[in-house]
């Protein structure tokens, strides 16, 4: 079985502040990796995914994320917040099989303040 | 529309209703997914339809529910005899492929409140 999760239920930063969201996943087979954002009353949108090859992601919007196999981490972070930036953050592992159905964590609100 | 499209975006209905949810997926997606999302709570996969096949619906949580995509398109989700549990939005998703590790594009919901 696969699963992900995403400490911290919520993360406050400044305006111009380091963002990081961490996720943690764990998988019997190698993953692929996605970070997704929900803003309010709207779907998900994908920020970047990892499938194979360069463990450094870059996404949308400033975001990259680093896939470590040694920690099955998938971390999220931008250098600089933006007020742009507040939203949920939704960490997904690919399920087993071909299908490709995502497997979610909980979530990260994030919270930045001017 | 070049997105993945909800109907209704909201509902509320009294328990023991009946009430179905429609998806149009981007036009030529291969895939389509249904998720729960309850409030608070991260997405929770309920059913993938691979064209108009249904090949996993390990996640519908009961009986009452019951999805199709008869013609490999648009799909519609339905619940029987609503039940306050139920309260929560349903996304819908698709995507180009079947492929592990494809994009998948998400609806904005239908957001369903049972009172």
């Known amino acids: 079985a696969q699963s992900v999760t995403q400490l911290g239920s919520h993360v406050s930063v400044s305006e111009g502040a380091l963002v990081l969201l961490r996720c943690n996943y764990s998988?019997?087979?190698?993953?692929?990796l996605f970070w997704y954002v929900q803003y309010p009353n709207q779907g998900l949108q994908l920020l970047l995914k990892?499938?194979?090859?360069?463990?450094l992601v870059k996404g949308i919007n400033g975001f990259e994320a680093e896939f470590k196999k040694s920690e099955t981490s998938f971390h999220l972070t931008k250098p600089s917040a933006h007020m742009s930036d507040a939203a949920e953050y939704f960490c997904?592992?690919?399920?087993?099989?071909?299908?490709?159905?995502?497997?979610f964590g909980q979530g990260t609100t994030l919270q930045v303040k001017p | 529309g070049a997105g993945v499209s909800q109907s209704p975006r909201y509902k509320v209905a009294k328990r023991g209703q009946d009430v179905a949810l429609r998806c149009d997926p981007i036009?030529?997606?291969?895939?389509l997914f249904w998720y729960q999302q309850a409030l608070g709570q991260g997405p929770e996969f309920l059913t993938y339809?691979?064209?108009?096949?249904?090949?996993?619906k390990s996640g519908l949580p009961s009986d009452r529910f019951f999805a199709e995509r008869p013609e490999g398109s648009v799909s519609t989700l339905k619940i029987q005899r609503t039940q306050q549990e139920d309260s929560a939005v349903y996304l819908c998703?698709?995507?180009?492929?079947?492929?592990?590790?494809?994009?998948?594009?998400f609806g904005e919901g239908s957001w369903l409140t049972v009172v």
């Open positions: 998988s019997s087979v190698p993953p692929y």
């Open positions: 997904a592992v690919s399920g087993s099989g071909n299908t490709g159905k995502l497997i």
């Open positions: 339809f691979q064209n108009e096949a249904q090949l996993d």
């Open positions: 036009s030529g997606h291969v895939s």
């Open positions: 998703a698709s995507s180009t492929g079947t492929a592990t590790g494809n994009t998948i594009y």
């Open positions: 990892y499938t194979t090859g360069a463990t």
